[in-house]
């Protein structure tokens, strides 16, 4: 079992930057994948960032690759994204989630996740 926690969510400003942050609990935590996703109303969930259990890898989505960027602390079973150069589009609750297995895109793959925090970019 995996527990997450999101947190750091708000509202910035179009250019500005936040800081999301999740909490994992669990006895495999260091066994597991981590991603985020993100849906905005009536939109599907979308794949943001993801990194391998070893830390070794990250992914990112096209829509944020360049701005973002996904780093983990497996000592504090913690995992960030740090949200640069935000765009009014990138408004969206934001999901961590968490997988035993290899990263991938597809929100179908993942087995874990948290309740989310809202992040809102204004124009």
């Known amino acids: 079992q995996v527990q997450l926690v999101e947190s750091g969510g708000g509202l910035v400003q179009a250019g500005g930057s936040l800081r999301l942050s999740c909490a994992a609990s669990?006895?495999?935590?260091?066994?597991?994948?981590m991603g985020w996703f993100r849906q905005a109303p009536g939109k599907e969930r979308e794949f943001v960032a993801a990194?391998?259990?070893?830390?070794?890898?990250?992914f990112y989505g096209d829509s944020v690759k360049g701005r973002f960027t996904v780093s983990g602390d497996n000592a504090k079973k913690m995992v960030y994204l740090q949200m640069n150069s935000l765009k009014p589009e990138d408004t969206a609750v934001y999901y961590c989630?968490?997988?035993?297995?290899?990263?991938?895109?597809?929100?179908?793959?993942?087995?874990?996740w948290g309740k989310g925090t809202l992040v809102t970019v204004s124009s």
């Open positions: 989630t968490a997988r035993a297995g290899s990263v991938t895109t597809d929100t179908r793959h993942w087995d874990y």
């Open positions: 669990g006895r495999t935590f260091s066994s597991y994948a």
């Open positions: 990194i391998s259990r070893s830390g070794a890898s990250t």
